[in-house]
Nanobody
Framework: QVQLVESGGGLAQAGGSLRLSCAAS????????MGWFRQAPGKEREFEAA?????????DYVDSVKGRFTISRDNAKNTVYLQMNSLKPEDTAVYHC????????????????WGQGTQVTVSS
């Protein structure tokens, strides 16, 4: 079992930045593809970013956050990050960390483990 705890959410102005952290426990995340999803009010949870395991980890982003969000990981700290820059009001959502992502036919990912989420609110 992997437990994931997100932090770093809060209120930001449009154009501002936030950095989310996801601390994992239970087992090392070094062998897992990790990712971030978000769920806006009244919408389904959607994939935002993923990072593979190992040296030279590859990253994958949904088009709406490319160039603005950066996912990274520190396996020594068992932690994954999401740096969010140039925030927009439409980025307002609950952001969930996820572990052990498997690619699915739709081009998205299906995680095995979820965190509880952290709220991000972007004001205009």
């Amino acid at each position: 079992q992997v437990q994931l705890v997100e932090s770093g959410g809060g209120l930001a102005q449009a154009g501002g930045s936030l950095r989310l952290s996801c601390a994992a426990s239970g087992r090392t995340i070094g062998d897992y593809r990790m990712g971030w999803f978000r769920q806006a009010p009244g919408k389904e949870r959607e994939f935002e970013a993923a990072i593979s395991w190992g040296i030279g980890a590859t990253k994958d982003y949904v088009d709406s956050v490319k160039g603005r969000f950066t996912i990274s990981r520190d396996n020594a700290k068992n932690t994954v990050y999401l740096q969010m820059n140039s925030l927009k009001p439409e980025d307002t959502a609950v952001y969930h960390c996820a572990a052990d992502l498997r690619a699915v036919a739709s081009g998205s990912y299906s995680p095995r483990y979820w965190g509880q989420g952290t709220q991000v609110t972007v004001s205009s």
